[in-house]
């Protein structure tokens, strides 16, 4: 490695408002690449154009998230949840188009990036992660990993701490949807094997807004929402695609 930053960006879903943000003070950090972990466009109220722009990024790692797999395989939520995660994965194949949708599915679900293990939610699954705090069991999210660090994302959670079996785990935070309280983009820069946490603040409401346009002209989004509520039903949306956001605190 030469030593220059890698920004690492995971769960963007199709927030371009906050990608583009990131992606300034990323550039203004030095960072001339980036490690992509998954879940670029569905949910968000720009599908299309997030992928547009993560697809020309210079990136060193590009792994694909759940969302992503669930534009060509069936979500596995459960059954309550399922009409709410199908308009949005519905809403983004009619953004994305057929083409770039395929590209999204293919890419692979891990990747390596000096000695860092880099998967979407855990070693054995893309919806199945640790929490921040360690839980009873979680060894065997490992898949047999040990004495590595392993890059994660999925619950829009941006921690760090040691996990079993000599593992440390790093999850960098969502940029486009993060679900810890702070409303700012977050993600990571990688720089000469350390991994800095980052949030950057983006113009919340021009997403809003965008949601907003989005609802009011799908048929199935009934009369007119209020930002809140847009904003309210994809983050619920968020959480149903992750068992720990399950029960909102
Ligand atoms: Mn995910």
């Not at 992606?23 to 299309?48: I, K």
């Not at 990993?145 to 890059?151: C, S």
């Not at 999925?154 to 702070?182: A, E, I, W």
């Amino acid at each position: 490695m030469n030593g220059l930053p890698i920004a690492l960006l995971y769960d963007v879903h199709g927030n371009l408002a906050a990608l583009e943000a990131v992606l300034a003070e990323a550039e203004q950090a030095g960072a001339t690449s980036y490690l992509l972990g998954g879940d670029y466009a569905t949910f968000g109220p720009w599908p299309r154009e997030t992928a547009e722009r993560l697809e020309g990024l210079p990136a060193v790692v590009r792994i694909r998230g759940n969302v992503d797999r669930w534009l060509r395989e069936q979500p596995e939520v459960p059954q309550s949840a399922r009409p709410l995660v199908t308009a949005a994965v519905d809403a983004a194949l009619g953004s994305l188009g057929p083409e770039l949708s395929d590209r999204l599915y293919e890419l692979p679900e891990r990747a390596e990036l000096d000695g860092i293990l880099v998967v979407h939610g855990s070693p054995v699954s893309d919806v199945e992660t640790f929490a921040p705090d360690p839980e009873s069991g979680e060894e065997q999210m490992l898949g047999g990993e040990k004495q590595r660090t392993i890059l994660f994302g999925h619950s829009h959670q941006q921690f760090r701490r040691p996990g079993p079996d000599g593992t440390t785990l790093v999850n960098p935070g969502s940029v486009g949807m993060p679900l810890d309280h702070d409303p700012r983009a977050a993600w990571a820069l990688l720089e000469e094997g350390e991994i800095r946490f980052r949030r950057t603040a983006y113009d919340v409401e021009r997403a809003a807004a965008q949601m907003r346009s989005r609802h009011d002209a799908e048929p199935t989004a009934g009369s007119r929402r209020e930002g809140r509520r847009a904003r309210s039903t994809s983050e619920s949306t968020a959480r149903l695609q992750n068992p720990h956001l399950a029960a909102p605190s």
